[in-house]
């Protein structure tokens, strides 16, 4: 399985539109946490000022969330990603910034893995309100989700 960008802003600017396809979206992705959310928005990073801050530009993906959950998806087509996984410089600088805001907002970074070799998250996930989940077996639904949104 190999992704590139987010599909033409079409695609993308009906789905950020959409607060039901959005929840599935999160459903779809299997973490308890993130089922049945409520008043979602979804920005792409480059409309965050945040991940602007610690974004060297060569990181792509969106946000979904609301006032109390915040979910960073990453573009699973970038090698750095691929190669680093969730242990990479933009996730551990966008939750020392999102730590410092001491907003009590909880973020979520999410990692679709294409590769089945699963990374320990233990150290990398000790930041307070800040968690990182690593897809590597993509469920279907979410892959249908994933075929939508990325071009193979």
């Known amino acids: 399985m190999r992704y590139q960008k987010i599909v033409n802003k079409e ?3 009906k789905f950020k539109d959409n607060e039901e ?7 779809c992705t299997e973490i308890p946490e993130l ?9 792409d990073f480059k409309e965050s000022k945040v991940v602007q801050l610690v974004n060297s530009g060569n990181v792509e993906g969106f946000i979904i969330g609301n006032k109390e959950i915040e979910v960073f998806i990453i573009n699973p087509s970038l090698d750095y990603i691929r ?21 009590g907002v ?10 089945e070799d699963p990374n320990r998250v233990d150290e990398f996930n000790r930041i307070k309100n800040f968690k990182i989940h690593n897809i590597y077996r993509v469920p279907e639904n979410l892959m249908e989700w ?3 949104l990325f071009v193979f």
């Open 11 to 13: 695609v993308f600017e």
């Open 21 to 27: 396809c959005l929840q599935n979206f999160l459903t």
């Open 35 to 43: 089922a049945n959310l409520r008043d979602l928005g979804c920005i």
């Open 83 to 103: 190669f680093w996984g969730f242990r990479n410089f933009f996730t551990y600088r966008l939750a020392k910034k999102h730590s410092d805001m001491n907003d």
């Open 106 to 115: 909880l973020r979520y970074v999410i990692n679709i893995h294409n590769k």
């Open 146 to 148: 994933v075929k939508a």
